[in-house]
T-cell receptor, first 112, second 114 residues
Framework: KQEVTQIPAALSVPEGENLVLNCSFTDSAIYNLQWFRQDPGKGLTSLLLIQSSQREQTSGRLNASLDKSSGRSTLYIAASQPGDSATYLCAVRSQGAQKLVFGQGTRLTINP | DAGVIQSPRHEVTEMGQEVTLRCKPI?????LFWYRQTMMRGLELLIYFNNNVPIDDSGMPEDRFSAKMPNASFSTLKIQPSEPRDSAVYFCASSRDTRGEKLFFGSGTQLSVL
């Protein structure tokens, strides 16, 4: 059974810092991994999707990496801004499964 | 595209009442998912459909929960009778396929059962 863990549960950093959010999963046989952002009271927005054959994906100031063999992914946020404050969730789709398994998320606060 | 549309945004009801949540997926998306989110359990998949057919309902908590997808543009999640422990945010999401496509979420329905 696939399990996804995100550490830390919460993170607070000053504006302008580069930061890394971590995601680990127990079963390396995956189709893909997605990083989502959730603002308070809102739905989830997909930020980046990494296929199992890929090592990383980039979108603007965001870079997500995938190390399938070690069961880890990181989301790198460069030059953080207060508008980046949100909860970030990673989700994994295992091979042979149609559904995503989500981590509990990291609540990120960027202080002006 | 308007995205995934859910209604109502908020629902407050009394224990024992029937609750119906509605979802309109993005046009052209073949997969529709119903999730529930709570502080304690995070995001849980309840059920998903492919081409309007329920594929996996193993996440549905009990017989009080039922879901239908009568056509490609509409799905409902019904709770009858509702209980206070059903209080949560219920999300609907859709995608073109489940392998290489992103999942798009609606804004959710905040359900409070008193």
């Amino acid at each position: 059974k696939q399990e996804v863990t995100q550490i830390p549960a919460a993170l607070s950093v000053p504006e302008g810092e580069n930061l890394v959010l971590n995601c680990s999963f127990t079963d390396s046989a995956i189709y893909n991994l997605q990083w989502f952002r959730q603002d308070p009271g809102k739905g989830l927005t997909s930020l980046l999707l990494i296929q199992s054959s890929q090592r990383e994906q980039t979108s603007g100031r965001l870079n997500a990496s995938l190390d399938k063999s070690s069961g880890r992914s990181t989301l790198y946020i460069a030059a953080s801004q207060p508008g980046d404050s949100a909860t970030y969730l990673c989700a994994v789709r295992s091979q042979g499964a149609q559904k995503l398994v989500f981590g509990q998320g990291t609540r990120l606060t960027i202080n002006p | 595209d308007a995205g995934v549309i859910q209604s109502p945004r908020h629902e407050v009801t009394e224990m024992g009442q029937e609750v119906t949540l509605r979802c309109k997926p993005i046009s052209g998306h073949d997969y529709l998912f119903w999730y529930r989110q709570t502080m304690m359990r995070g995001l849980e998949l309840l059920i998903y459909f492919n081409n309007n057919v329920p594929i996996d309902d193993s996440g549905m908590p009990e017989d009080r929960f039922s879901a239908k997808m009568p056509n490609a543009s509409f799905s409902t999640l019904k709770i009858q009778p509702s209980e206070p422990r059903d209080s949560a945010v219920y999300f609907c999401a859709s995608s073109r396929d489940t392998r290489g496509e992103k999942l798009f979420f609606g804004s959710g329905t905040q359900l409070s059962v008193l």
